[in-house]
């Protein structure tokens, strides 16, 4: 069973979120997935490194499957405790504190 066990918030172009995920049958811990989503597509995309390389930013696996349809099933399970979490605690995007309608506090 997989369980997110934390959101960041990010709502910067197409990345929704970084979650960290709970393997629970592993004891193991992983974090900085992003969540993406463009137009009604939504994935997961697993934590990477970011570097240069002549002049265009490339990213680097931190996790690689040696099966592309185990990775492919590892990411749908972590998406679906993304929904499941969305379900129980509401959508990733955070409620601005300050709306545009309401006068300040103070």
Do not use: C
Request: glycine share 4%; net charge negative.
């Amino acid at each position: 069973m997989i369980e997110v066990i934390s959101v960041n918030p990010i709502n910067k172009g197409d990345i929704l979120a970084t979650v960290s995920v709970h393997i629970k049958p592993w004891k193991m811990k992983i974090h900085e997935v992003m969540i993406v989503q463009k137009g009604a597509n939504r994935w997961v995309n697993l934590p990477s490194r970011k570097y240069e390389h002549n002049g265009e930013t490339k990213y680097a696996k931190q996790l690689e499957f040696d099966d592309v349809a185990i990775e492919k099933r590892f990411r749908d399970q972590i998406m679906s405790a993304v929904d499941e979490y969305i379900m129980r605690n509401g959508d990733l995007i955070p409620e601005d504190v300050v709306k545009e309608d309401e006068p300040f506090p103070f």
